[in-house]
């Protein structure tokens, strides 16, 4: 069976920074680019942009999640240096240089420098796992096999960037992940496989997602491996309202349900996950 070479997208946030590690490590010379977005991003505002932004959008509540994902496993990072063979503890950027697995920053997925790597690394398949930005079209269509997109949701249901959220304040919670075909309308691609997780009442939503992602990484390899073979199937999904960012009234209904989008355990776990 030919080898499928990958163009791998991220961003390193405590929510998926674990499993994208592993997936990467586990087998090296399948990856032909790691794509990586930095959610503070000039291109989306900055920090101070982005935060103003969640604020109007969501309120103080997301405060602790926006900090744990995103900010605090820097902070970490720049006070420890786990030894490098501690895959899931060391940033995927120098685990890709120990293992000589290309990179290239993602400033704007659509710009001319993203698609003159994607063209020189040789990919077949685009894989967007835990990536925020929406790609387009003739992107997409850039490689040979397209591209597929780690969701962790139940889609067509939690469409949006904070599935988890969402799946706890519904009653009742329903956990999973989803693998679909890439498609410029967020998560409306074709259904290509999808798993589910029991509901763990002490896990935030950031918990929920960190382990949803590493569950999925089986069934990741197995659509890889459809894929390269020819015999994957894809499921056209009907296209659901999206479900962005949470409201405060969304955040209060969480708190009220005894669930959090961030916990004292993920504090726990950013010691342990620098980026």
Known sequence: MPRVKIA???MEALAA?????????SDPGRIALVGFSDPFRQEAGGALGQTVKRMRSSGPRLLPYLFLNFTAPR????????????VEATPLGRTC???????????????????EALAASGADLLLTFHFDQILRA??????????INVHCGLLPEHRGPVPTIHALLDDPVALGCSIHRLVPQIDAGALLAQMRMPNDPRMSAIEAAARLHEAVLPTLDATLADIAAGRAVETPLPTLPYRGFPTPAELKRLAAKGRRAAGWRDVRAVWSTPA
């Open 97 to 115: 240089a120990r293992l000589g697995v290309p990179t290239t920053p993602v400033g704007d997925v659509n710009g001319l420098a993203f698609r």
């Open 8 to 10: 791998l997208l991220t």
């Open 138 to 147: 003739d992107v997409i269509a850039a490689t040979r096999l397209g591209g």
């Open 17 to 25: 920074a674990r499993a994208v590690r592993r997936f990467v490590a």
């Open 75 to 86: 902070i970490v990072g720049a006070l420890r240096r786990p030894p490098e063979r501690d």
